[in-house]
């Protein structure tokens, strides 16, 4: 009803559904924790015990939201974050193109092999690289440890491998590198070296080689590459995820809402919506009925028969394959199941640095602009993140 629509965020949404008992069934969140600590998400292991496809998502998926022997919420979409590689570029240019498993110095070196700078705009741009280098970088260098430098206990952002991810970026983020780099270039060279005024529209336009992003974009690009419109057309689109041997997921949750009268099927509803290789296969049919619909997510199950169905409609798909036989796996959406981590990561106060008191996310902004020494204060912000963790958590179990 229009005449009654009343102007709300989501949690004070579900904050005023949970206070008259009518929580939805089920819902969507971007932090489940916050939905558990709240009150509003139904511990849904029993139901999922004796599901046979449940028991098919990799346990590293199943795990991410148990807490105390209790499961809050389950998988409704995974993606990757990495590298596309535009293979045209590097068949015209006679380079082999990256694939699963390159170094990320490698990786470096074959977008320079195939950059051409020029004054017509008709340039190659090799790379983007992506500005959350720096906490993705820890993770790529040591197996211990996952995205923000999260062993799975604890921070550790005074490892010396994010001073290593420092430096790496510092290594790549100058001006000299504008010519291979497109997230290094300023717009006045964007526009002379390839028609476009920002760093992203290089790629769209054909022009670039490698570009970082979340495999959500699959769809749209391997249907742009098919498109004589398109700058992509012809491209060979392929995704080969993270340099080395570890892939980095984000994944999308659905939570079955506290006190539901209807659990079993919430649960129906959420595999459809989700896991559940019926849901998916529909989403398959669709694709097959009309050209314009893509998916741009793999089957959460492992079923070969689902994935199989999938990669028929891309063809191109030859390396992503391999990412998705990946085993070791770290996870970007850390404020989806890691007490506190808006504060570890952004909002926490750090405090005194210079003349001021900060937040955490500035500490992380001046390392990556070379403002402050990292050795002078690693230890504090370890231990400012570590401390916002430990108090979340006991918030939530006491």
């Given at each position: 009803n229009?005449?009654s629509?009343?102007?709300?965020?989501?949690?004070?949404f579900?904050?005023?559904k949970a206070?008259?008992k009518k929580?939805p069934?089920?819902?969507?969140?971007g932090?489940?924790?916050?939905?558990?600590?709240m009150?509003?998400?139904?511990?849904i292991?029993?139901?999922?015990?004796?599901?046979?496809?449940?028991?098919?998502?990799?346990?590293d998926?199943?795990?991410s939201?148990e807490?105390?022997?209790?499961l809050?919420?389950i998988?409704?979409k995974?993606?990757?974050?990495?590298y596309y590689?535009n293979n045209?570029?590097?068949?015209?240019a006679?380079?082999?193109?990256p694939?699963?498993?390159?170094?990320?110095d490698e990786l470096?070196?074959?977008?320079?092999?195939?950059s051409?700078?020029s004054n017509?705009?008709?340039?190659?741009?090799?790379m983007?690289?992506?500005?959350?280098?720096?906490f993705?970088?820890?993770g790529y260098?040591?197996?211990?440890l996952g995205?923000?430098?999260?062993d799975?206990?604890?921070?550790?952002?005074?490892?010396?491998e994010?001073?290593?991810?420092?430096?790496?970026?510092?290594?790549?983020?100058?001006?000299a590198n504008?010519q291979?780099?497109s997230?290094?270039?300023?717009?006045e060279f964007l526009?002379l070296?390839?028609?476009n005024?920002?760093?992203f529209s290089?790629?769209?336009?054909?022009?670039?080689?490698i570009r970082?992003?979340?495999s959500y974009?699959?769809?749209?690009?391997?249907?742009w590459?098919?498109?004589p419109?398109?700058g992509l057309?012809?491209?060979?689109?392929d995704?080969?995820?993270?340099?080395?041997?570890?892939?980095?997921?984000?994944?999308?949750?659905?939570?079955i809402g506290?006190g539901?009268?209807?659990?079993?099927e919430?649960?129906l509803?959420?595999?459809?919506?989700g896991?559940?290789?019926?849901?998916y296969?529909?989403r398959?049919e669709?694709?097959?009925?009309?050209?314009n619909?893509?998916?741009?997510f793999?089957p959460?199950v492992?079923?070969e028969?689902l994935?199989?169905k999938?990669l028929e409609k891309?063809?191109t798909?030859?390396?992503f394959?391999?990412?998705?036989?990946?085993?070791?796996?770290?996870?970007?959406?850390?404020?989806?199941?890691?007490?506190?981590?808006v504060?570890s990561?952004?909002?926490?106060?750090?405090?005194?640095?210079g003349?001021?008191?900060v937040?955490?996310k500035?500490?992380?902004?001046?390392?990556?602009d070379g403002?402050?020494n990292?050795?002078?204060?690693a230890?504090r912000?370890?231990?400012?993140?570590?401390y916002?963790?430990?108090?979340?958590?006991?918030?939530m179990?006491?």
């Amino acid at each position: 009803n229009p005449e009654s629509q009343i102007d709300q965020n989501w949690d004070e949404f579900l904050g005023a559904k949970a206070s008259a008992k009518k929580l939805p069934d089920v819902f969507m969140h971007g932090e489940v924790l916050k939905a558990v600590q709240m009150g509003w998400a139904e511990d849904i292991k029993s139901l999922v015990t004796n599901d046979a496809e449940f028991s098919k998502i990799s346990p590293d998926l199943l795990n991410s939201t148990e807490l105390n022997g209790a499961l809050y919420a389950i998988p409704l979409k995974a993606y990757y974050w990495g590298y596309y590689v535009n293979n045209k570029i590097f068949d015209d240019a006679g380079v082999e193109a990256p694939k699963v498993g390159i170094s990320f110095d490698e990786l470096l070196q074959k977008a320079k092999a195939v950059s051409e700078p020029s004054n017509d705009g008709t340039g190659i741009s090799g790379m983007r690289v992506g500005g959350d280098m720096q906490f993705w970088y820890p993770g790529y260098a040591n197996t211990n440890l996952g995205y923000y430098t999260w062993d799975g206990e604890k921070y550790n952002l005074d490892a010396p491998e994010y001073k290593q991810a420092l430096e790496k970026r510092s290594e790549i983020f100058n001006e000299a590198n504008a010519q291979y780099y497109s997230d290094v270039a300023d717009s006045e060279f964007l526009n002379l070296n390839y028609n476009n005024d920002n760093e992203f529209s290089v790629w769209d336009a054909g022009k670039q080689a490698i570009r970082w992003e979340a495999s959500y974009m699959l769809g749209t690009w391997l249907a742009w590459q098919n498109d004589p419109t398109r700058g992509l057309y012809g491209a060979n689109i392929d995704f080969i995820g993270m340099p080395g041997d570890k892939q980095m997921m984000i994944v999308d949750y659905l939570v079955i809402g506290k006190g539901t009268k209807h659990p079993e099927e919430a649960l129906l509803f959420a595999k459809w919506m989700g896991f559940g290789a019926a849901g998916y296969t529909r989403r398959l049919e669709l694709v097959e009925e009309n050209a314009n619909y893509e998916i741009n997510f793999t089957p959460i199950v492992n079923d070969e028969a689902l994935l199989s169905k999938y990669l028929e409609k891309y063809p191109t798909l030859i390396e992503f394959q391999k990412v998705i036989a990946t085993q070791k796996i770290m996870f970007e959406s850390l404020s989806k199941n890691v007490p506190g981590y808006v504060n570890s990561r952004w909002d926490g106060q750090f405090g005194q640095l210079g003349s001021e008191t900060v937040q955490i996310k500035t500490v992380h902004d001046q390392f990556r602009d070379g403002l402050v020494n990292f050795d002078d204060v690693a230890e504090r912000l370890n231990e400012m993140a570590n401390y916002y963790y430990t108090e979340a958590k006991k918030q939530m179990f006491k």
